[in-house]
């Protein structure tokens, strides 16, 4: 009988105890719960619920065969599961990704963009939409005097006419795939802009809404890009003017998007849809000035381009904050500075103050885990 010793027991120990882990372990992977590098014991796993920024090389997921590779993030020989940029951690099931800071506008069909037209090519127009490759708006795709008909070589011919290098429009995105993104401005909501300014912020600060074009009380028009570009203009009306309901104004629209906001007329909100305006024509701030001729017909008071450059600011002020810019946002900046000179609102020391209620909004609905990018 060979002699016993103290050390096997201890190694058996050992042995009985690293099986133990490897058999919850197994139970885990089984569950398919993904435990995050991030969260504390106390923490739920599985699910992510909270926002976590993750910077490049560190660690997402532990195990990472529990989880699918998703963009900017890759495995190690450790099969751990690690940032490659720096960004916010999105999870869908169990695909872990991390969308950038900083990056270049990534297009989903529907989104509203505020483009500037770089080149014409052939039936079609190159838009500058700060995405990775230039936007294509075809001539099928707009709206031409003489209503809907079927584009001849002569309006091919007249494609300079509708619009040109340089020119500013509003449009939509129609369909995207990896090599290409296609646009159109059929409705009367989108074209030329005019009498007005553009700016331009990260994309990743702007909210995805379900209306990106907002009319405030103080008579200042914005569109919200969803690609960054931001277009300010005057509205014609202040201090909270109501829209114009009128059979004219029904009568002179021709498109349904159109006939169905002059239905809802009666709604009351903070901030007013472009769509929801009156159509007169010969407004150049109402939906329907939104076509080829391009001409700034009105004179701006110097009162509505104080406001327009008071927003301005407001939405810069935002994105020096890394805040989520939607109307509710500008809206607590704008109203949060009236008592500060325009000029002095993109001080070092007057920004922190102008967005502190747009930071307790923020937290607020943070707390409620409320969707902000």
């Known amino acids: 009988m060979p002699p016993h010793r103290e050390d096997e027991d201890e190694y058996s120990d050992e042995y009985q105890s690293d099986e133990n882990n490897n058999m919850v372990d197994d139970d885990e992977e089984e569950d398919g719960i993904i435990r995050f590098a991030f969260q504390k014991d106390g923490q739920s796993s599985g699910q992510l619920k909270e926002i976590h920024i993750v910077t490049p090389g560190e660690m997402i997921v532990e195990n990472g065969s529990n989880v699918l590779c998703g963009h900017g993030t890759y495995r190690n020989e450790k099969n751990q599961l690690i940032s490659s940029v720096c960004g916010v951690v999105e999870q869908v ?27 014409l090519a052939g039936k079609k127009w190159k838009v500058d939409v700060q995405a990775r490759q230039d936007a294509m708006l075809d001539l099928n795709s707009v709206n031409i005097p003489g209503g809907q008909r079927r584009k001849t070589y002569e309006d091919q011919l007249n494609m300079r006419s509708i619009y040109q290098e340089d020119d500013l429009i509003t449009a939509e995105v129609h369909r995207t795939d990896g090599s290409s993104l296609q ?6 909501r989108y074209g030329k802009l005019v009498n007005g300014i553009m700016i331009r912020v990260h994309p990743s600060l702007v909210k995805r809404c379900t209306q990106h074009f907002h009319i405030f009380p103080f008579g200042v028009r914005v569109i919200l890009g969803k690609n960054g570009y931001l277009w300010i203009s005057s509205s014609g ?50 939906s329907n000035s939104f076509i080829a001729s391009g001409e700034t017909i009105d004179q701006i008071s110097i009162k509505e381009r ?68």
């Open 183 to 188: 646009l159109q401005t059929r409705s009367s």
């Open 93 to 119: 099931n169990k695909l872990i990704s991390v969308r950038p800071v900083r990056a270049r506008y990534h297009a989903e069909v529907g989104d509203v963009i505020v483009g500037r037209i770089s080149k």
């Open 306 to 373: 104080e406001a327009i450059c008071r927003t301005r600011n407001a939405i810069m002020a935002l994105q020096y904050q890394f805040l989520p810019i939607y109307p509710e946002t500008i809206l607590d900046v704008y109203e949060s500075s009236i008592q500060i000179p325009v000029k002095e609102m993109l001080s070092r020391d007057k920004i922190p103050l102008i967005t502190q209620n747009s930071i307790v909004r923020v937290q607020k609905q943070l707390l409620a885990n409320e969707k902000l990018f």
């Open 237 to 286: 009306k202040s201090d909270g003017d109501g829209m114009d309901t009128s059979s004219d104004s029904k009568k002179s629209s021709t498109n349904l998007d159109d006939l169905l906001a002059a239905a809802e007329g009666d709604e009351e909100e903070v901030t007013r849809p472009i769509s929801k305006l009156s159509t007169k024509p010969g407004n150049p701030f109402e």
